[in-house]
């Protein structure tokens, strides 16, 4: 039972404001000093509003025309190899898992549960534990420095199959029975039926694994030495090279706010289809 006052209405609203200037106010602060020149958000006080520098600094970042003692690289390139990465890793775990989770559950054939129980121990085999072998693959492929090297070892998902089996079996039989009459075939019930009916459970696993390949860091790191290929956190992390007085703040805070865009994009527009994914799912 919900208890309803005007005392604890206010004091939750006031909780909640709490929260948002707790969570925004950093954000404001990277926004104020990327609209200030360099030199200005050095100063002591450091400016609490924003200044006329907006234009200047993003079009720096994004184009490369920073003098700073780090990296200059144009963030817009940055930016793209963080987006195709993401997507890549993205439609490649959802892909991949819907049918390892489609063969496990509707199809008979030996060992059946011992390819499961492999799939699932990988869970315990992250990146960072198999880091070193799978390095020396990638390197004898020749995928060093390309977009097959960011995205292949990251592209399976335990996670995901394990989501997508307990979901197929949820579908009743009669189901698959009733498209089995009709004439269809495994792989147009699985197109036809099973997707459509999956649908939530892609949207929210899209956005988890969006956001997962879009803040890769340790893989870009050992995958790439070209500054055309940096996704955008490697970016970040290589402007702060030339130390605290010689770093272009301005630049540094524009490109933190850039990177945090299509994340963000991605969780407003997908969000009513994320919750109600995440809610199916626990059914």
């Not at 039926?193 to 893989?219: C, D, E, H, K, M």
């Not at 955008?232 to 706010?257: F, H, P, Q, S, Y």
Request: glycine share 8%.
């Amino acid at each position: 039972m919900v208890e309803r006052s005007p005392y604890l209405t206010a004091f939750s609203h006031l909780i909640m404001v709490l929260g948002v200037i707790i969570v925004g106010f950093p954000l404001y602060l990277a926004f104020v000093a990327s609209t200030h020149t360099a030199q200005d958000i050095v100063q002591v006080p450091m400016p609490m509003v924003p200044g006329g520098n907006f234009w200047q600094t993003y079009h720096d970042a994004l184009f490369g025309g920073g003098t700073g003692a780090g990296s200059t690289a144009p963030v817009a390139r940055m930016m793209w190899v963080s987006f195709v990465t993401a997507i890549v890793i993205t439609l490649g775990k959802i892909a991949i898992s819907l049918l390892s989770a489609f063969a496990i559950v509707y199809f008979r054939f030996p060992f059946k549960g011992i390819c499961f129980w492999l799939i699932f121990i990988t869970l315990m085999l992250p990146v960072e534990v198999r880091i070193g072998p799978t390095y020396q693959v990638v390197s004898d492929l020749g995928m060093l420095n390309t977009y097959a090297g960011l995205t292949v070892p990251l592209i399976a998902s335990a996670t995901a199959t394990f989501l997508f089996r307990q979901f197929f079996l949820t579908v009743p039989d009669e189901l698959v029975e009733a498209a089995r009459v009709d004439g269809a075939g495994p792989m147009r019930f699985f197109k036809d039926i099973l997707v459509p009916l999956s649908r939530t459970s892609i949207a929210a696993l899209f956005v988890i694994q969006f956001i997962y390949g879009w803040n890769q860091y340790l893989w870009p790191l050992l995958v790439t030495t070209s500054e055309d290929m940096y996704p955008v956190v490697i970016g970040i992390k290589r402007m702060l090279a030339g130390g605290d007085a010689g770093n272009e703040w301005n630049i540094v805070m524009a490109t933190a706010l850039l990177a945090m865009l299509p994340p963000a994009f991605v969780v407003v527009v997908m969000q009513r289809w994320f919750v109600k994914g995440l809610v199916d799912t626990e059914k």
